[in-house]
């Protein structure tokens, strides 16, 4: 198979090739603007889409907000493991503090849709990728993080995530402080190969 050929002209492909996954503590500010952030979702709803049900919506979780947010994460903390120690609970109330940008990411299947839910949840996820990839050519860094947290029905529920939708994860954007580690390359024989008959 091919591999990345170093002379091609990656043109607007570019940012695609090089976004990165920026974990909340090496994020900081300034967050992205309103006007940024529309862009970002714009971007997640040019994603490809069968019979454009957006099975997706997100959530803007403002700053103002991030304390009650904080309480609600340490109540799940305190659900799952009553035990949880100090430093636990001061690290599930930094998962809701501490990005710049914070958005609840949130997956609708449409149950009564002709559109198959695996091909929904494709869409959802497109749309995620794009928004990722929309932050990093923006010059920003972000991330999607689940965690247990996310199959907890009461925060579901307390962040008015209905029944008929599934709260899948919680994208963290903002200026990169502190670049990753390098990405690993991955083979793209993986992925690629081509059929003979
Ligand atoms: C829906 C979703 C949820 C994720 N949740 C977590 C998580 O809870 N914890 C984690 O360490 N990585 C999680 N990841 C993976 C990271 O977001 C990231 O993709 C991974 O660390 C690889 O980094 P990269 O995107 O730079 O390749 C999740 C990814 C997706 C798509």
Do not use: Y
């Not at 979780?61 to 904080?70: F, G, S, V, Y």
């Not at 940008?101 to 996820?125: K, N, S």
């Not at 497109?126 to 996310?150: E, K, P, Q, T, Y």
């Not at 670049?179 to 081509?194: E, F, G």
Request: hydrophobic share 50%; with cysteine.
């Amino acid at each position: 198979m091919t591999s990345l050929d170093s002379n091609a002209e990656p043109a607007g492909v570019g940012a695609l090739l090089t976004r990165r996954s920026v974990s909340p503590k090496r994020l900081g500010w300034p967050a992205p603007s309103d006007a940024q952030l529309a862009l970002v979702i714009h971007a997640g709803l040019r994603a490809p889409d069968h019979a454009g049900l957006t099975p997706w919506r997100v959530i803007h979780i403002p700053m103002a907000r991030r304390d009650d947010l904080a309480q609600l994460f340490v109540l799940e903390k305190q659900r799952r493991n009553p035990l949880a120690s100090a430093e636990e609970i001061a690290r599930a109330r930094e998962h809701a503090t501490r990005a710049p940008t914070l958005l609840a990411f949130i997956v609708r299947v449409h149950a009564d849709a002709l559109v198959p839910a695996h091909e929904q949840w494709l869409a959802a996820g497109a749309a995620l990728g794009n928004m990722l990839n929309a932050f990093h050519a923006l010059g920003f860094g972000a991330i999607v993080l689940s965690g247990d947290r996310c199959a907890d029905n009461r925060l579901a529920t307390a962040l008015d995530v209905s029944d008929e939708e599934r709260l899948a994860g919680f994208i963290s954007a903002g200026t990169v402080l502190q670049l990753p580690p390098a990405a690993p390359s991955k083979p793209v024989d993986r992925v690629w190969s081509t059929w003979r008959a």
